[in-house]
């Protein structure tokens, strides 16, 4: 694939608001997860993000109030990120920038609330509840667009953990077809009681804080966050020290509707056909960011297909013990994540990790540490085998 210039960030997560408060706490080793506090009673640990309650949308935007949009609109505005687009609208025509996003809960929390205030007697819903602005996954793009102004293509996907790496391969498919010139990639999933039974039902969330890869992990612990990107082309004015994306890589296995085949096979073939997209080998990743939930088989299935790709020797680490599990927008999260390790020279470690499994072969980094980063392989893997990988970084 033809690379894309990663021109502008903006990230948002339980650790902290912008690029800046992300990195402070990757190098400090700092959680954001904390215990659950929330109605349903739950016994785990969460990554929530402080403050959402309150944020207010500007009266314009009332009908899309809800959390996973109050929780967009401010990573949306942070990060000088709408000054960066409008750059680029200026250059490029509203009509020239595609939105290429993703989401797994969307606006259900907002469902929830209002099947809680049904009318007793005909449980009809309340009528001040929006479906169309709040639970329905592409009221993400209608309130992008509207806030930053943009008339271009737009879609939103949801295809589990995978969604926001996979939102990259459709910008990237969508410019290489020239049906724009630039794209926002990225998306925004927040806490919500389905979420929570749902992955407690299948016995997949940890009474503590998540430990990915340690021996003694049990489970993941859910988090919210939202993250975006402007990509471009790249054009002959593009600096060699600019942070590319050079490939994306998807696969699906369908080995079990929960749970990663324990070969790790589609994982392995989407790593490999991202370096093929970027045509580069294993030798040419200085740092793999795992997907590394912390669950017993996922964490097993993953430390197989590192080490049949690239052997026991690459550093590489989850985030996860930072932010949580941050579902649908996992992917754009990390992607982020990777870009800040490569423009800092700074390879993240995995808080709560203590003991990595004795069964592990990969070189796992529990502490955090500098050293020279050109380019990072950010893993993304999804219920139903929904599996995507993407090469960041810089040219060879």
């Not at 907002?110 to 509840?129: M, W």
């Not at 009221?139 to 293509?153: F, T």
């Not at 197989?304 to 790709?309: C, G, Q, S």
């Amino acid at each position: 694939m033809h690379p894309l210039r990663i021109s502008h960030v903006s990230i948002l997560s339980c650790v902290g608001a912008g690029t800046k408060a992300t990195l402070d706490a990757l190098r400090s080793d700092r959680s954001g997860l904390q215990p659950h506090r929330g109605q349903s009673g739950l016994d785990t640990w969460v990554g929530e993000v402080a403050g959402l309650d309150a944020f207010q949308l500007r009266d314009d935007l009332a009908a899309f109030d809800c959390r996973n949009n109050r929780l967009a609109l401010r990573a949306l505005i942070q990060d000088d990120f709408p000054n960066a687009i409008a750059i680029a609208r200026a250059k490029y025509g509203a009509d020239r920038i595609g939105l290429f996003l993703g989401t797994s809960t969307s606006g259900i929390e907002a469902t929830e609330r209002a099947y809680r205030r049904r009318q007793p007697a005909t449980g009809a819903l309340p009528r001040d509840f929006h479906y169309s602005e709040t639970h329905n996954t592409f009221s993400l793009a209608r309130l992008v667009a509207q806030v930053l102004r943009l008339e271009g293509p737009a879609v939103v996907l949801s295809a589990a953990c995978a969604t926001t790496a996979k939102a990259f391969g459709n910008a990237a498919r969508m410019i290489a077809a020239g049906f724009c010139d630039a794209a926002i990639v990225g998306g925004s999933d927040s806490l919500c009681a389905t979420t929570l039974y749902g992955f407690r039902s299948l016995g997949l969330t940890s009474s503590g804080p998540c430990r990915p890869f340690d021996r003694a992990r049990a489970g993941i612990s859910i988090g919210e966050a939202a993250g975006f990107a402007l990509v471009e082309r790249c054009d002959a004015q593009t600096d060699r020290n600019a942070i590319l994306l050079l490939g994306v890589g998807e696969s699906s296995d369908a080995y079990h509707m929960s749970s990663p085949d324990p070969e790790g096979h589609g994982a392995g073939l989407a790593m490999r056909r991202s370096l093929a997209a970027a045509g580069l080998t294993p030798k040419d990743i200085d740092y793999v960011n795992l997907h590394g939930t912390a669950t017993p088989a996922g964490d097993a299935a993953e430390d197989r297909a590192i080490v049949d790709l690239f052997g026991p020797q690459i550093p590489c680490s989850s985030t996860k013990g930072h932010t949580g599990h941050t579902l649908g927008s996992a992917g754009i999260v990390e992607a982020i994540i990777s870009v800040l390790a490569i423009q800092h020279g700074f390879m993240p470690g995995s808080p709560n990790t203590e003991h990595v499994d004795p069964e592990f072969r990969t070189h796992y980094l529990i502490k955090g540490g500098e050293g020279p980063i050109n380019r990072v392989l950010s893993n993304s893997f999804g219920f139903g085998g929904s599996n995507c990988s993407l090469v960041l970084g810089r040219r060879k």
